[in-house]
């Protein structure tokens, strides 16, 4: 085995990708403020998600089924063995539909039950949402420098860095930096903690699993407990996601869709309950950047929260402000024009939220037919959820096609070829009417 997992680095994914750094720009904290609230300030019909008709919201029931038949054929095809499309708008679930199989080769079909491993989608169903909830409670300050919570982090030149620029994906970290050689967990982490930074600090943005796996870790340093108990305590559970988990217990597993092998073929697949990502699963599965698993449902309760401005129902998660910088543009020293080149490139150097990834004109998840301030998350084993403000609407596409093996441009550019979740999301767009 080798000593450990390779280190990825920026000048290696710029030489293959092209992409340049731009200047630096650095916006301010985003004021604290109460955490609940008894106003609902917001344009939405409804906060909390019911079930209706698309006529009922203003969609064309015949095409929002045309697009959901592509997510359907695509499974019989064998793109992926499985997956689950949900529709809101206004606050109304106008179509849930599953299709295909939890496992590949297996004639076990796919309900919209199924829970999926949602990797990446972890950054802000857990990670962001909770570093602004401690942001919120005055225990963490987006201007702090992280070595204040982490002290080792400062190795390497990395005192200046702030909390911020590891939520906007600016920190200065490499996209990530492996060791599997050992099972040795606090040997890890100081691997981790150590990293040196890759471009200045503030002059680009460079999407970044390391920096959210330190985010959780720091996090939990802050909170003091891990980040599954308080994800669960804090977010799923008011919002009544019952179904969202990191490490699903036993009684789940069988609902899980399986991916597989593992991202460094540590583990063959099928891999069914357990984080696809093998230096995830190597520190115990419950991360910052990957681990969280759920239904489609689920996510899109908590995409309705954000949509609603930090609310669902009467249970209040975030102020507005603080929703707001999460799907702002936080990153103004890079522009769309110069990153979003083709689909890696729109991962990892595109401008970013907080957590957020935000809708742009060419290779964006969202398709070429969102409005303007949309924003979502994508997971690597083939998850999305988009959310389109203007329109009220709402789009989540869960699929077990599973990450790439090895994670790379033409297997990110292959994996969304595949999936297609931007030719969905033009086609739900294409059913709105009014």
Request: a negative charge; aromatic letters at 6%; one cysteine or more.
């Amino acid at each position: 085995m080798e000593e450990h997992g390779p280190r990825i680095s920026r000048s290696a994914l710029a030489r293959m990708t092209g992409a340049t750094a731009l200047g630096l720009a650095v916006a301010p904290e985003v004021a604290s403020a109460s955490r609940r609230g008894t106003s609902h300030d917001h344009l939405h019909r409804s906060s909390v998600l019911t079930n209706g008709r698309a006529g009922d919201v203003g969609m064309d029931a015949d095409a929002l089924e045309d697009a959901f038949a592509r997510v359907g054929r695509r499974a019989t095809d064998g793109r992926y063995p499985g997956a689950v499309a949900l529709v809101a708008r206004r606050g109304v679930v106008v179509g849930e539909r599953a299709f295909g199989v939890r496992l590949a080769g297996s004639t076990e079909a796919t309900t919209i039950d199924t829970l999926y491993d949602l990797e990446s989608m972890t950054k802000v169903l857990a990670t962001a949402t909770a570093a602004m909830m401690l942001v919120d409670r005055g225990k963490l300050s987006l201007t702090a420098p992280v070595a204040k919570y982490l002290p080792n982090f400062a190795t390497n030149g990395k005192g200046n860095v702030l909390v911020r620029d590891l939520l906007r994906y600016s920190s200065g970290l490499p996209v990530d930096n492996q060791k599997v050689d050992t099972d040795d967990i606090d040997a890890i982490w100081a691997f981790m903690e150590e990293t040196p930074l890759e471009y200045p600090t503030g002059s680009m943005v460079e999407y970044s699993d390391l920096g959210y796996r330190l985010l959780g870790r720091l996090i939990e340093k802050v909170a003091g407990k891990d980040l599954d108990t308080f994800s669960k305590h804090e977010i799923w559970g008011p919002l009544g996601m019952t179904d969202t988990t990191y490490n699903p217990a036993a009684a789940l597993v069988p609902r899980c869709a399986a991916t597989g092998p593992g991202s460094l073929n540590l583990r063959p697949g099928p891999l069914r309950g357990s984080v696809q990502d093998d230096q995830d699963w190597k520190v115990g599965g419950i991360v910052g950047c990957d681990g969280a698993f759920a239904t489609a449902r689920n996510v899109a309760i908590f995409s309705q929260m954000i949509l609603n401005g930090g609310h669902y129902g009467d249970v209040r998660i975030l102020p507005k402000k603080l929703v707001a910088s999460m799907v702002a543009n936080q990153t103004p020293q890079v522009t769309e024009a110069a990153t979003d080149q083709d689909p890696t490139t729109n991962l990892l150097f595109t401008p970013k939220g907080y957590g957020f990834e935000l809708w742009t004109h060419r290779f964006s998840p969202g398709g070429m037919r969102l409005t303007p301030g949309s924003y979502g998350k994508s997971g690597g084993a083939g998850t999305f959820m988009w959310i389109d403000p203007k329109r009220e609407l709402i789009t989540v596409l869960l699929t077990n096609h599973g990450l790439p093996v090895p994670f790379d441009q033409p297997g990110w550019n292959l994996l969304m070829d595949s999936v297609a979740v931007a030719e969905f999301n033009d086609g739900v767009v294409n059913a709105v009417r009014e």
